[in-house]
């Protein structure tokens, strides 16, 4: 990273950070330290992903994301979560962080970067990123509002062990209606940006 203020680091380079990644994330979005903690520890040197990348200024932690690759695909990236430290926003940290996300996955052949989003379409339009039509993957994906549930520890802890009878057969007279159609208006936004290439044209 080029700004001598700031600099961007995997999370998988610096495991120390991950408590201050925690409290920055449940700052914003509740959930048990332990889940946020095992959410974080997967981030890899694997070009297939997840990775976390790390916003610093010296060794404090103004911001976090974490990308995934999206299945079915070698070269695009699902942007699953996305801040920037309440007390630092408004500085352009924000591009700053996308801009260094974009370089860091160029490296490994991301064309496509893809994102969920309510109520920041501007921040992420000013950056390049236009709404798109749902992809499979993401419109069932779990997005921001993953992190607004308060996960239980005691969930991780086995599986759960149906008992009883099994439920009685369908009626042979069931009349099945069709689907009622939904006009309303999605509540989240997917937006795209395609990544222009870094090599330079003959």
């Not at 339009?125 to 994906?141: F, H, M, R, S, V």
């Amino acid at each position: 990273m080029r700004d001598p203020w700031y600099n961007v680091v995997p999370l998988h380079e610096r495991p120390d950070l991950i408590p201050q990644c925690c409290n920055l994330l449940n700052s914003e979005w509740k959930r048990s330290e332990t889940a946020r903690v095992r959410s974080l520890e997967t981030s890899c040197r694997d070009k297939y992903f997840p990775t976390c990348l790390v916003l610093l200024r010296q060794n404090e932690v103004l911001g976090h994301c974490k990308l995934s690759m999206i299945y079915g695909t070698t070269d695009s990236v699902l942007l699953e979560s996305f801040l920037i430290d309440s007390s630092f926003r408004s500085q352009g940290l924000g591009s700053l962080l996308l801009k260094e996300l974009e370089r860091y996955v160029k490296r490994f052949g991301i064309t496509s970067v893809y994102l969920l989003t309510k109520g920041q379409e501007g921040f992420y339009a000013k950056n390049g990123y236009e709404p798109c039509a749902p992809i499979g993957q993401l419109n069932d994906y779990r997005d921001f509002s993953i992190e607004l549930l308060n996960d239980k520890e005691d969930k991780d802890k086995g599986d759960i062990i149906l008992t009883g009878p099994p439920p009685p057969p369908m009626p042979n007279d069931l009349i099945l209606m069709p689907a009622p159609v939904c006009l309303t208006t999605p509540s989240r936004t997917f937006m795209k940006k395609v990544l222009t290439s870094s090599k330079k044209p003959r």
